[in-house]
């Protein structure tokens, strides 16, 4: 891009109260091209980040599927409530406001739980009703599922719900029609593409960074990804995030903010931080890698993040539409 492109915006920031940044600033912005600045957290400078959580338990992922049906749900113990309690505390301590994508069978078994949230300034949106990929599910079945979903939140919170993340990132180019959905179900964003390739997920020629889909109707924003190469590299969260050293995610997560000059977006999720969660031994020794590995060292390294990097809520920093009503 040529200096000539180079243009000077003055910009009004809008950061979230109690974000940790200035709630208002007016500033100026370099900018290389017409799409619009990220946001900025005025009081240090940097590129607003979208903290987000999956608020699962353990024994809910989509790995542990073939092994644990959802029928036998009730007879675990549930760890949900005490993992997310250790994060509220955590977030508190770096006034970092986050989204919670939030399962609608989570919010049933735990409304206090999910209320706790929402009343700390967090955002809650839907995770789906019971975890089910959309892969997995006809249009209708998935319309059930998100409308359901939103419902049960917004009885237990009193609040619109305007996001949706997909269970395992499961929209891809075979099932574009989710987001029509998801508009129609009354949803406004979604974080539910991962730009990679994976044998279990992804859409690796997918935007990397948040787009308009159903007609410019929805706002897609794909997990982050490092540019390797000619590679997709993911770098928002995940077995990736456990697995190597918190200074690969650091460069990552720089790298996006100041190279590619976007805001990231992290996940974790709850059991990630708990070391001591009942072990499923009925599970392949792959999948035991995955889930398993490095749960004792993930809250230290989000602590890091959380320091490192300026966070906020999604809806904070993509300001995806509000319909008036
Ligand atoms: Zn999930």
Redesign the pocket.
């Known amino acids: 891009m040529s200096e000539t492109n180079s243009i000077t915006n003055r910009i009004e920031y809008d950061a979230a109260p109690g974000s940790g940044c200035a709630s208002k600033a007016s500033i100026e912005h370099q900018s290389h091209s017409a799409k619009p600045p990220p946001s900025i957290c005025f009081e240090t400078g940097r590129i607003l980040n979208a903290m987000t959580v999956?608020v699962?338990d353990y024994f809910?992922?989509?790995a542990f599927e073939p092994y644990i049906p959802r029928s036998s749900w009730g007879g675990f113990e549930y760890r949900v409530e005490a993992n997310v309690d250790r994060i509220l505390e955590l977030f508190d301590k770096y006034s970092v406001k986050g989204t919670f994508f939030t399962l609608g069978w989570v919010a049933e078994n735990f409304p206090a739980m999910t209320k706790r949230i929402a009343e700390q300034g967090h955002e809650i949106a839907s995770?789906g009703s019971e975890?089910v990929m959309v892969t997995k599910q006809t249009r209708d079945q998935f319309l059930i599922d998100v409308t359901t979903s939103r419902d049960v939140l917004e009885q237990v919170v009193g609040q619109r719900v305007y996001g949706f993340r997909a269970?395992?990132y499961s929209i891809n180019k075979s099932n574009l029609w989710a987001h029509d959905v998801l508009r129609e179900a009354g949803y406004t964003y979604s974080s539910s593409i991962a730009p990679i390739k994976h044998d279990l997920y992804g859409m690796p020629d997918a935007p990397r960074f948040a787009h308009q889909r159903s007609e410019g109707k929805l706002l897609e924003v794909p997990i982050t990804t490092v540019r390797i190469g000619q590679r997709n590299v993911p770098c928002g969260g995940g077995g990736w995030f456990r697995l190597y050293p918190y200074s690969v995610s650091r460069w990552a997560i720089n790298k996006v903010n100041v190279v590619d000059g976007e805001a990231g977006v992290f996940y974790f999720?709850p059991w990630e931080i708990d070391p001591d969660q009942p072990r499923q031994k009925q599970v392949n020794r792959k999948t035991q890698f995955r889930h398993y590995v490095n749960l004792d060292s993930t809250y230290g390294k989000v602590e890091k993040l959380l320091r490192d990097f300026a966070w906020d809520r999604m809806d904070n920093i993509f300001n995806p539409e509000i319909p008036q009503s």
């Open positions: 999956d699962e809910q992922v989509s995770h975890h269970p395992s999720h």
